[in-house]
Every structure is written in structure tokens, then in C-alpha cells.
């Protein structure tokens, strides 16, 4: 199967097939890699969907993990569950001692090149089943025509917004950005909280920043700055920048974002303290099929395409997103082949039950027409097959030290610390320190 290097801006064009084909929060630590536990196999796997803030996804994965023992009565499948950025700390201890788990969560394109560049992700390609995967998905956990994880999820990033909020205030929801400003504005002059964000976590912020510079300079600008066929001193990448100061200053965003992490952030939106939340569709289940969350509060939710920013070249089909996590077996497994096995089934298996169980768009081809699916995914799943552009996260664009630069360059601007000329120049410089 020949795979084409990742392109930040992905084709969509058969995204269609997605629509119409047809524990423990901890590991028991006394227990190795491989290491028998009585007569079974250890298979030791992390990843970052706890129970209180991931719950579907939590519920999924337990659920495919206690079938796949059933029927492999000789594999004894050890979990450890870690919240998003301390699986990211955790991740990065055990590489540096050559001990990741025999399966885990990685991240594609930039972040997951050092991994295999160590040596340190297995070639998955074996397990690939032909037409397994929406077109595209692959390309961005693959290095060198070969494949080292296989993508879970497919992600676009809405604004969620509280529908009662909104009809209290007499608004509607924007197309343009200045009428996006204007509702902003008229929730700040009735003392209601506009939009969530928790941007100690950082790349929340970057979300912000990367949709108005797409729809300042189109896609393109972005892209050419990261892939170095353009400069990150572009002044549609200066005036995004600027445009975030003056949310920030308009006081667009929740009191404290820059100490807030995004599950403490969330707390607002889902608490209807704060009228929006921009956060990709992995948020689905909390307004659709969540059993821990209020129907009432459900129906209170609806979401709205970024909008479009007047004289702008950006597209309101053009969206933040891509492939999600995906999922790797360590090279230096003592149990490989016995990790491969488990990473194909429960691939297979997220895709069939991740649609209707949990609302979260699968990486896979499903076919979704016998499913009783909420509206709001059905509406999410048409807005996918018709974007014209998917950009992938910037900082997992980036290699993981510039990465680091443009995220801490986030917040700094989100919290005044530099201006958006200063954010600008010290990415460029960051970027041309590696070519």
C-alpha cells in the first residue's frame, strides 16, 4: 500500500465513503511487558481517556479490551489511563528510558517523527486492511511510504454554543467575523462570559490563532510558514496575532484562561457559565450520547462553522482539525506480535461502536446508515464531506522543540506578554533555526 507524505492541508474529497459506506485509572505496575500472569500474556497499554472526563471514549476501550480477553483467554490486557498533558510528560520519560508501553497513544505528522526516527514505533502496515481507513487519514502516521500508528479518530473544530445563552440575548449566530465580534460584544455589555478557554494547556489558544489566520490568509499561509515556502512574518500571520489581542482585550475570554486547563475550562461551557467553546469533535459525546450529561443541557447546545473574516481569502468550509490520536505498538515490545493482534482489533472494533455509542467520528470507514445517530453528528459528518480544506494542528505540524516555541508563544500572546509582531518573529525565527 503506497502512502504519499502528509500535506497539512488534506483532501477531503472522499470523506463522503465515512457518511455513505454503507479499569483501572491506573497499571499494575508489578507486572512486565510480556510477563506472564499465570498462564497469560501481559499486553501493557496507555492511553488518555480517564473515566470522569473521557467517559465514552473511557467505555469504549474497556468494553473492546474485556471482549478481546474473552476471546483471547491467554492475553491479559494491563491499562493505564492518564489525563492528555500528563500523558504527554509520562510519554516522554519512558521514551528517554526506552520503556513506552507495549501499546500507546501518539500523535501523527511532527510530533510522532522522533519516535520513529528512534526507532521506537513498530511498522504497523501488516495490519492494515485494504480500504480500512477514510482516504487520507493514514498519510499523517506514515514515514517514508510506512505506516507506525493507525489513526483513531477524524476531527473538525466547531464553535459549540449555548442556544439559550443566545436567545436570551437576542443573537444569531455569525457568519462573519464581525458579527461574531458584535455578539461578543453584546454578551460582555450583559456581563455574560463569551467564550471558554483553557489555554494553560496551550494548543486550545492555537486553535484560536490558526482559524483566523486561515481565514485572513487562506490555508496557504499558514501551511507555506511551517513548511518553509513562506515566512511566518506574513502580515496575514501578524494579523491574526492581532486579532487575538483584541479579543483578549475586549475581554472576549473567560477571567484566568492562561491558568485554566481545558477540562477546568469546559466546566464553564457545560455549566452555562460561558456562552462558547471552540473544541474539536471530540466533545461530541458530551452533546449527544453521554449518559453522564444532562438531556437538557444537550438540547441547549448547537454549534457554527468559524466565521468568515471580511476580505479575507479563507473559506468557512475550511477547517482546523485531522486525523487524532492514533494508536502504536513499541519496537521494543517483548510481546509485538501479541500488541499488533490487540491494535487491529480494537481499531476495528472503535470503529463500529465509536459512531453510535459515543458520537465521535471514527478514522475508519463505517457505515453509518443503520445507526440512530443524533442529529448534531449527522450534521457534523455532511459539514465534513463538503470542506474544502482540513489544516492540521500547528504544533503537530512542528517538531516537538519549534512546537514548543509557537505554544509558549500562544500564551505569551494571549496574556499580553508580547506583541503580535514580537509572536511573529520569534516562530519565524524558531522555524529557520531548522532548515
Known amino acids: 500500500m503506497k502512502k504519499k507524505t502528509f500535506s497539512a492541508m488534506m483532501s477531503l474529497a472522499l470523506v463522503g465513503g465515512l457518511i455513505l459506506g454503507g479499569c483501572s485509572s491506573g497499571s499494575d505496575d508489578s507486572k512486565a511487558s510480556g510477563e506472564a500472569s499465570g498462564d497469560k500474556t501481559v499486553i501493557n497499554m496507555m492511553h488518555l481517556w480517564p473515566e470522569g472526563s473521557s467517559n465514552a471514549q473511557f467505555t469504549i476501550v474497556e468494553d473492546i479490551i474485556t471482549a478481546y480477553e474473552k476471546e483471547n483467554p491467554d492475553i491479559d490486557i494491563q491499562t493505564e489511563i492518564l489525563g492528555n498533558e500528563q500523558y504527554k510528560e509520562k510519554i516522554k520519560v519512558l521514551s528517554a528510558s526506552n520503556e513506552l508501553p507495549d501499546v500507546g497513544i501518539t500523535w501523527a505528522a511532527g510530533y510522532m517523527k522522533p519516535f520513529v526516527e528512534g526507532n521506537m514505533f513498530t511498522p504497523l502496515d501488516d495490519i492494515i486492511k485494504e480500504d480500512q481507513f477514510v482516504a487520507g487519514t493514514l498519510d499523517a502516521f506514515s514515514v517514508e511510504d510506512k505506516t507506525y500508528a493507525l489513526p483513531l479518530e477524524l476531527n473538525i473544530t466547531p464553535v459549540y454554543y449555548n442556544k439559550e445563552i443566545f436567545e436570551k440575548h437576542n443573537l444569531e449566530v455569525p457568519k462573519t467575523y464581525d458579527e ?152 521494543n515490545s517483548k510481546v509485538k506480535e501479541e500488541a499488533k493482534a490487540f491494535v487491529s482489533y480494537l481499531v476495528e472494533e472503535w470503529g463500529k461502536r465509536s459512531v453510535v455509542d459515543a458520537g465521535v467520528i471514527p478514522a475508519t470507514v463505517v457505515d453509518t446508515s443503520n445507526g440512530d445517530l443524533d442529529q448534531m453528528y449527522i450534521d457534523i459528518l455532511n459539514d465534513l464531506g463538503k470542506a474544502t480544506n482540513l489544516t492540521l494542528y500547528a504544533d503537530v505540524q512542528m517538531s516537538a522543540g519549534v512546537a514548543d516555541v509557537h505554544l509558549n508563544q500562544i500564551q505569551s500572546l494571549f496574556g499580553g506578554q508580547t506583541t503580535p509582531k514580537d509572536f511573529a518573529k520569534t516562530q519565524e525565527e524558531a522555524l529557520a533555526e531548522e532548515e
Open 180 to 331: 461574531f465580534l458584535k455578539v461578543v460584544e453584546t454578551l460582555v455589555d450583559n456581563g455574560v462570559t463569551p467564550i471558554t478557554l483553557g489555554n494553560k494547556d496551550r494548543w486550545t489558544g492555537s486553535m484560536w490563532y490558526m482559524y483566523l489566520a486561515d481565514r485572513i490568509g487562506g490555508p496557504e499561509a499558514l501551511n507555506k510558514a511551517i513548511n518553509r515556502t513562506g515566512s511566518f512574518e506574513d502580515p496575514a500571520l501578524v494579523q491574526a496575532a492581532e486579532e487575538i489581542k483584541k479579543l483578549v482585550d475586549m475581554g472576549a475570554f473567560v477571567k484566568g484562561f492562561n491558568g485554566l486547563s481545558n477540562d477546568e475550562a469546559k466546566g464553564y461551557f457545560m455549566n452555562e457559565q460561558a456562552a462558547m467553546y471552540l473544541m474539536a469533535t471530540w466533545e461530541l459525546p458530551n452533546y449527544t450520547t453521554s449518559p453522564d450529561v444532562a438531556q437538557e443541557f444537550k438540547d441547549k447546545v448547537g454549534y457554527f462553522k468559524f466565521p468568515t473574516y471580511e476580505g479575507g481569502k479563507g473559506n468557512i468550509d475550511s477547517y482546523v482539525g485531522g486525523p487524532g490520536v492514533g494508536l502504536f505498538v513499541s519496537e
